[in-house]
């Protein structure tokens, strides 16, 4: 049977993610790894990934319709659900599906005393807001919510204390510092265990590791940091994202090209056009800004993205014809964190927001 040659392509290397996962590993020492799979495993799949990272201590996604998939799926970890829950209904799911929710807010602790369980709650937490001020309870309240969610009949087991960085990415900020100075006081006092570092503290707050690290982006290869590579880090990009060409055909100088003609071509121009656009995810800030791969060299992007096509100055690539295959990141020469600077934003939502459109093509090599 003949399948179609389809395109664009988000090839997964499993082997990467395995790899990223044992420099974790090694990162952590003796701390217990909660891997963060929320957002379909950050645009890499879901449950591919759970099922590749099975030496996990736990998982960590934002939802209970998550945690369900991933249950469904046959995950027998324990899976964290990082905003909780918000209604009885969905606690009383979260526990039947054995669920760890995060309580955050005052109303969720209130909710927890006041709904029946036939299922306890194993492995939970609570979210303290050392400093983001985003989601958790203030450290002057926490250790009363804690022995208030302790006294819950149904939910069993210690209740940890969680709490994220809202300036890891910078080395060295005094504000990181701040933060887990407030969790190891409550550490001290509680006597739980703690959980606080995400991909850039465990690569560089190894006195935040503690009892459980948190990491997602590093798993996936990319670097959270601005100034520091993934390759420096010895992380594996995980997703290549790759599409063909569909045409090629030459522009006089003085032509436009692309919606709005805001690129207009400055001499004689050979033209590439690939077929990837917004529509698939690939961001249309990359507009007249981007660089692609095509027969082992870089050609910009010129024009405009459109939702299925960008186009591709080929001036030296002459060679280049229809059906080259064409790289849009995830290489040494394209790293998706170049391309996240040139769109104005971070890897975390190049790679999150590649669409259903774009087949995964899981790789184990
Ligand atoms: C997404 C998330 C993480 C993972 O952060 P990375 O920077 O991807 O390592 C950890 N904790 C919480 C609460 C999150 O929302």
Same mark, same amino acid.
């Given at each position: 049977?003949?399948?179609?040659?389809?395109?664009?392509?988000?090839?997964?290397?499993?082997?990467?993610?395995?790899? !990223?996962?044992?420099?974790?590993?090694?990162?952590?020492?003796?701390?217990? +790894?909660?891997? /963060?799979?929320?957002?379909?495993?950050? #645009?890499?799949?879901?449950?591919?990934?759970?099922?590749?990272?099975?030496?996990?201590?736990?998982?960590?996604?934002?939802?209970?319709?998550?945690?369900?998939?991933?249950?469904?799926?046959?995950?027998?970890?324990?899976?964290?659900?990082?905003?909780?829950?918000?209604?009885?209904?969905?606690?009383?799911?979260?526990?039947?599906?054995?669920?760890?929710?995060?309580?955050?807010?005052?109303?969720?602790?209130?909710?927890?005393?006041?709904?029946?369980?036939?299922? %306890?709650?194993?492995? $939970?937490?609570?979210? +303290?807001?050392?400093?983001?001020?985003?989601?958790?309870?203030?450290?002057?309240?926490?250790?009363?919510?804690?022995?208030?969610?302790?006294? $819950? %009949?149904?939910? /069993?087991?210690?209740?940890?204390?969680?709490?994220?960085?809202?300036?890891?990415?910078?080395?060295?900020?005094?504000?990181?510092?701040?933060?887990?100075?407030?969790?190891?006081?409550?550490?001290?006092?509680? #006597?739980?265990? =703690? $959980?606080?570092? !995400?991909?850039?503290?465990?690569?560089?707050?190894?006195?935040?590791?503690?009892?459980? /690290?948190?990491?997602?982006?590093?798993?996936?290869?990319?670097?959270?940091?601005?100034?520091?590579?993934?390759?420096?880090?010895?992380? *594996?990009?995980?997703?290549?994202?790759?599409?063909?060409? =569909?045409? /090629?055909?030459?522009?006089?100088?003085?032509?436009?090209?692309?919606? #709005?003609?805001?690129?207009?071509? %400055?001499?004689?121009?050979?033209?590439?056009?690939?077929?990837?656009?917004?529509?698939?995810?690939?961001? *249309?800030?990359?507009? !007249?800004?981007?660089?692609?791969?095509? !027969?082992?060299?870089?050609?910009?992007?010129?024009? *405009?993205?459109?939702?299925?096509? =960008? $186009?591709?100055?080929?001036?030296? =690539?002459?060679?280049?014809?229809?059906?080259?295959?064409?790289?849009?990141?995830?290489?040494?020469?394209?790293?998706?964190?170049?391309?996240?600077?040139?769109? #104005?934003?971070?890897?975390?939502?190049?790679?999150? +927001?590649?669409?259903?459109?774009?087949?995964?093509?899981?790789?184990?090599?």
């Amino acid at each position: 049977m003949t399948v179609p040659d389809d395109y664009p392509v988000a090839d997964i290397d499993l082997g990467a993610l395995r790899h !990223n996962f044992s420099r974790v590993k090694s990162l952590a020492g003796r701390a217990r +790894v909660m891997s /963060v799979i929320k957002a379909d495993a950050y #645009g890499h799949g879901m449950q591919q990934v759970a099922t590749t990272l099975r030496d996990s201590d736990a998982f960590a996604v934002a939802r209970l319709e998550e945690g369900i998939a991933l249950r469904r799926q046959g995950i027998v970890q324990p899976i964290v659900l990082l905003e909780g829950v918000s209604n009885s209904g969905d606690l009383v799911l979260a526990a039947e599906n054995r669920l760890s929710p995060v309580f955050h807010h005052p109303s969720q602790i209130a909710m927890a005393e006041q709904t029946a369980l036939t299922t %306890p709650l194993t492995f $939970c937490w609570m979210m +303290v807001d050392s400093g983001m001020h985003r989601l958790g309870i203030r450290p002057q309240q926490a250790e009363a919510m804690r022995a208030r969610l302790a006294a $819950c %009949p149904h939910l /069993v087991g210690d209740i940890g204390l969680m709490s994220h960085f809202a300036n890891s990415d910078l080395v060295g900020d005094a504000r990181n510092q701040a933060q887990l100075d407030h969790m190891l006081a409550l550490k001290q006092t509680s #006597g739980v265990e =703690i $959980c606080l570092a !995400n991909s850039a503290a465990v690569m560089t707050m190894s006195h935040a590791h503690q009892d459980w /690290v948190r990491p997602g982006l590093m798993l996936y290869g990319i670097s959270p940091f601005d100034d520091r590579s993934a390759e420096a880090m010895d992380l *594996r990009p995980v997703m290549q994202l790759r599409s063909r060409l =569909i045409a /090629v055909y030459d522009l006089y100088r003085g032509e436009q090209l692309g919606y #709005g003609g805001d690129w207009i071509a %400055p001499r004689d121009t050979r033209v590439g056009v690939a077929s990837i656009g917004y529509g698939d995810g690939y961001s *249309r800030h990359l507009s !007249n800004k981007a660089s692609v791969w095509i !027969n082992d060299r870089l050609a910009r992007i010129i024009g *405009r993205v459109s939702m299925d096509t =960008i $186009c591709i100055d080929l001036n030296d =690539i002459a060679e280049a014809a229809i059906g080259d295959p064409v790289l849009l990141w995830g290489s040494a020469q394209l790293p998706v964190e170049a391309l996240a600077r040139h769109a #104005g934003t971070i890897p975390y939502e190049l790679v999150t +927001v590649v669409c259903g459109r774009v087949r995964r093509n899981y790789i184990d090599g």
